[in-house]
């Protein structure tokens, strides 16, 4: 039996009146009504509260327990410290935003009025390079608005009624070609009988469903239950580009000396997954993760809804994204099944971000195991990685030449969080999770991945390619590259001040994300007359940066580079930043780029020259690519157009090797007629597979005045 405590709750800033308001009667028509689950920041009078916030529910329970029955109060999760009371009885304590928490309430339950009331605490971090709160991004990133914070209950309470046992921890191990097996934790109130009923139900495919049971004692206090379910000819699951990402369902169903069965649910599915060498494989076969990093979808956590995670997902498989990165958060428990459901992979960071004080060690062991418990059974997670970024970064917005060179050698020196606390982490999740790779951080000089923002917070665009070729081990596997960019004009009019070109810069500085002077550097403000020709502008830069940059990367397929992870996908707030996909979901100019690029099987070329005079060479080499584990034969044709009509054109023939980036045989060489008029024109590149739409591809190309 549950009964549902979530709604309007009261609170109040007032602390002290802790030690009066726990119990029934107090007359609490003083404070103030509060959502929950919910932010207290979202309630009028509170938007720029900070700190520690009391809050207080009374309800009706209207009914005495049965001798074998027992009471507990469940918190899904809070932001982020809290102190628990039941009828002015103190309960516990708990420590962590994304971990539901159980208390007991039987003895202080009565029939009646009853009351609980909870201290949270979520103070801002006093000192960013030595934070005590684990996070994530909700408590320390440049994505956020400064003055938004999480505190809060954000996620529903519960009084849970269980009859003879409390279910706790269920783990599940699935792999192919062996038993399904799980082990059931609980707490029994006495000695006794357990009796049990595991079945296994296709989720998304018919089937029938296969059972097994039996029956244990059980002692008072902590007890296991561990057992497996064989099932025949399992369907794997798999990344929706490479298969169908088939689903099981178990039920297991349990009762204690006979009495009423209590039901625990666990959608899973059966597959393997392997890290080697920075290359992902999936049920033992190789593939190329084409990747975003998914911020918090709202920095309000609780504002989500299964809608908005279903959407964004939607417009990740759209654009042919078959793997996201959780970037330091835990989301809400609707994104990981919705990502099971679709097929897409998920990089699963614990909420690290940057720099800890040494104080968080064991509290962050203790929570690291907990994500595991939370989201272990989901088998779209592929992936754990226990620290974003854990180095110092200097100034972000145009950093000075000495903030780069301090950041770097912090990157490749030591500290306590990448010698200790990361590699501590790492050892408590790969021993609750064996079945997954996991990495010690990610985001540094010697973590294995890049963050290679050429042409936003150094150099520029077409640097990259020198780079790689002078050191090729830094997109071993990329996680980070991007620039920031308006959102399109309609939508940025919600949060932008004043009129072009006066508008209100400290605004966007300050409240929204924008790194003006980067900005401006790769962007001047003189470009445009209105401020909607300088919102497309910026669209077009990071537009052009993202493709220049994923070609770069995707001709390099496991040579070295095992993923790319665009960096990111949306924005959790209204705000200037580097995400594809703005914070009411308008697609930037780049997203339809990622989209072209990221297609399974593609065709690109080396960037041509900024021009060629009459007489003059266009050669480049071209580029075929396959991410899909058959062959593909076809053509593929290049031509140079201008007004739609050609100049000259070639068609060649196209072999695609399964899982393959490789130059095509032949490339294209084209001498500018001595008599071509000089302006603008595009190199057109189409891949034709029967059964396959085309694939095209435009590069600018300059024809010069005659010299």
């Not at 049920?283 to 964004?312: E, K, S």
């Not at 909420?351 to 059974?377: C, E, F, K, N, W």
Request: hydrophobic fraction near 35%; include cysteine; aromatic fraction near 10%.
């Amino acid at each position: 039996m549950q009964i549902n405590l979530s709604g309007i709750w009261k609170a109040t800033e007032d602390i002290g009146a802790q030690a009066r308001a726990g119990k029934p009667g107090y007359n609490d028509t003083g404070w103030r009504n509060v959502p929950v689950p919910g932010h207290w920041q979202e309630t009028p009078g509170l938007e720029r509260h900070t700190g520690t916030l009391l809050y207080r529910k009374s309800f009706t329970f209207d009914r005495t327990l049965a001798p074998e029955e027992t009471a507990r109060l469940r918190f899904e999760g809070i932001f982020y410290d809290a102190k628990v009371w039941c009828n002015g009885a103190f309960i516990g304590e708990q420590q962590g935003y994304f971990i539901p928490e159980l208390y007991d309430v039987t003895k202080h339950l009565r029939q009646g009025e009853n009351v609980v009331m909870v201290e949270v605490a979520c103070p801002p971090e006093e000192n960013p390079g030595s934070k005590r709160q684990i996070t994530g991004v909700f408590g320390d990133w440049s994505g956020k608005p400064p003055a938004a914070e999480p505190g809060g209950i954000w996620r529903d309470v519960t009084l849970e009624l269980y009859h003879g046992v409390v279910p706790g921890r269920l783990n599940l191990q699935a792999r192919p070609n062996e038993p399904l097996t799980f082990a059931l934790e609980l707490a029994a109130m006495g000695e006794g009988s357990l009796s049990w009923t595991a079945t296994v139900t296709p989720e998304t495919f018919d089937g029938a469903p296969i059972t097994n049971n039996g029956v244990q004692p059980t002692r008072r206090g902590a007890n296991r239950l561990q057992a497996s379910v064989t099932i025949p000819d399992p369907h794997l699951w798999w990344t929706w580009d490479h298969g169908r990402p088939d689903l099981y369902r178990l039920t297991l169903d349990i009762s204690h000396n006979g009495g009423p069965a209590h039901r625990i649910e666990r959608l899973f599915g059966i597959r393997t997954v392997e890290l080697r060498d920075n290359h992902f494989y999936l049920n033992g076969r190789r593939i190329f993760l084409r990747g975003t990093t998914y911020a918090p979808a709202d920095i309000r956590l609780a504002r989500i809804t299964r809608a908005r995670y279903q959407q964004d997902l939607d417009l990740m498989a759209e654009a042919n994204i078959n793997t996201a990165r959780i970037y330091a958060h835990v989301a809400g428990a609707a994104l990981y099944e919705e990502a099971s459901r679709r097929g897409i992979l998920i990089w699963q960071d614990f909420p690290l971000h940057r720099l800890y004080s040494r104080t968080i060690g064991d509290d962050a062991r203790r929570q690291a195991r907990a994500m595991v418990d939370l989201l272990g059974h989901w088998p779209a997670i592929g992936l754990w990685c226990c620290h974003s970024e854990p180095v110092r970064y200097g100034e972000e917005d145009d950093p000075s030449l000495l903030d780069r060179s301090l950041a770097r050698l912090a990157g490749i020196g030591g500290n306590w969080n990448k010698s200790s606390l990361d590699p501590a982490l790492r050892a408590v999740i790969r021993q609750a999770d064996p079945g997954r790779p996991c990495i010690a951080h990610a985001g540094d000089w010697g973590a294995g991945d890049g963050r290679l923002f050429w042409g936003w917070y150094s150099g520029e665009v077409t640097e990259l390619g020198n780079k790689l070729k002078a050191n090729p081990d830094i997109a071993r596997f990329v996680t980070g590259f991007g620039a920031q960019a308006f959102p399109v004009p309609a939508n940025s009019s919600k949060f932008v001040q004043g009129r072009w070109p006066k508008i209100n810069w400290s605004d966007l500085t300050e409240r929204h994300m924008l790194q003006a002077k980067t900005m401006e550097r790769h962007i001047p403000h003189t470009v445009a007359q209105t401020f909607a020709d300088y919102s497309r502008a910026t669209q077009s830069y990071q537009a052009y940066l993202h493709k220049h940059h994923i070609e770069q990367f995707r001709r390099r397929k496991y040579h070295p580079t095992g993923g790319v992870l665009q960096f990111m996908f949306t924005d959790s707030a209204p705000g200037v930043t580097c995400a594809i996909v703005d914070y009411w979901r308008g697609p930037k100019a780049a997203y339809h780029v990622v989209k072209e690029c990221y297609s399974p099987l593609y065709i690109c070329a080396d960037w041509p020259k900024g021009g060629y005079a009459p007489g003059g060479l266009l050669a480049v080499r071209v580029y075929l690519l396959n991410d899909r584990h058959q062959p593909f034969a076809g053509t593929w044709t290049w031509a140079v157009e201008r007004d739609g009509v050609a100049l000259a054109s070639r068609e060649h023939a196209a072999q695609l090797p399964p899982d393959s980036a490789a130059p095509a045989p032949d490339g294209i060489e084209w001498t500018v007629p001595v008599d071509a008029a000089p302006g603008s024109a595009e190199l057109v590149l189409t891949l034709a597979i029967a059964g396959e739409a085309p694939v095209v591809n435009r590069y600018k190309v300059s024809i010069l005045p005659p010299q």
